[in-house]
């Protein structure tokens, strides 16, 4: 599986982005699917994840109501759509899937394959 990030950009407090992962590989449809950040200095943090069915989404505490991820295994490609965006959600965001038929988690060691990083900046 090969993974390719995209939508990143600068936007200010309160406004809203949305990151486009596409995937290549046959095996993505039958992965979990997430989302992950890293901010300088920091360690690579979830965000958020999917089931490979899209049944099941989970998100971390300081996103939820916020961020929504979605996928589209017809067309190999996961989502993530930011609102209320803040200055702390500034990182590197990165999309990751696991080999087919994990669960989703939050460790980024149970993630296989990445993504290049997309860089979000949040202005106060």
């Known amino acids: 599986v090969q993974l390719q990030a995209s939508g990143g950009g600068l936007v200010q407090a309160g406004g809203s982005l949305r990151l486009s992962c596409a995937a290549s590989?046959?095996?993505?449809?039958?992965?979990?699917t997430g989302w992950f950040r890293q901010a300088p200095g920091k360690e690579r943090e979830f965000v958020a994840g999917?089931?490979?069915?899209?049944?099941?989404?989970y998100y971390s505490d300081s996103v939820k109501g916020r961020f929504t991820i979605s996928r589209d295994n017809a067309r190999n490609t996961v989502s993530l759509q930011m609102n209320s965006l803040r200055p702390e959600d500034t990182a590197s965001y990165y999309c990751?899937?696991?080999?087919?038929?994990?669960?989703?988690?939050?460790?980024?060691?149970?993630?296989?394959?990445w993504g290049q990083g997309t860089q979000v900046t949040v202005s106060s």
């Open positions: 990751a899937a696991t080999r087919s038929f994990m669960g989703v988690t939050t460790d980024p060691g149970d993630y296989a394959y």
């Open positions: 999917v089931t490979w069915s899209g049944g099941k989404k």
């Open positions: 590989g046959r095996t993505f449809s039958s992965a979990a």
